[in-house]
Nanobody, 113 residues
Framework: QVQLVESGGGLVQAGGSLRLSCAASGIAFSFSTMDWYRQAPGNERELVALITTGGITNYADSVKGRFTITRDNAKNTVYLQMNSLKPEDTAVYYC???????WGQGTQVTVSS
């Protein structure tokens, strides 16, 4: 059974930083591309960042230069470092695995102006 557990969300002022973590179990983590998505109220879920098994990364234009996705295969964990946060980054952030498609429960990020 695949389990993805996100943590690290919270309330932060604009310009601040947060680091999200997603601990995975039930998958061959090192063989899975991992994604971070987010969903704001009234909006569709959107892809924020991905990291391949080889460490290649890709980002949504809205977060390029501010967010960094990394992975630690020894810990079966993927991270999202978010800097220079903006109010429009407010959303529930979800971890996603591609090898065995699954979603975490999400972690709320709220950025105040």
């Amino acid at each position: 059974q695949v389990q993805l557990v996100e943590s690290g969300g919270g309330l932060v002022q604009a310009g601040g930083s947060l680091r999200l973590s997603c601990a995975a179990s039930g998958i061959a983590f090192s063989f899975s591309t991992m994604d971070w998505y987010r969903q704001a109220p009234g909006n569709e879920r959107e892809l924020v960042a991905l990291i391949t098994t080889g460490g290649i990364t890709n980002y949504a234009d809205s977060v390029k230069g501010r967010f960094t996705i990394t992975r630690d295969n020894a810990k079966n964990t993927v991270y999202l470092q978010m800097n220079s946060l903006k109010p429009e980054d407010t959303a529930v952030y979800y971890c996603h695995s591609r090898s065995k498609p699954a979603w975490g429960q999400g972690t709320q990020v709220t950025v105040s102006s």
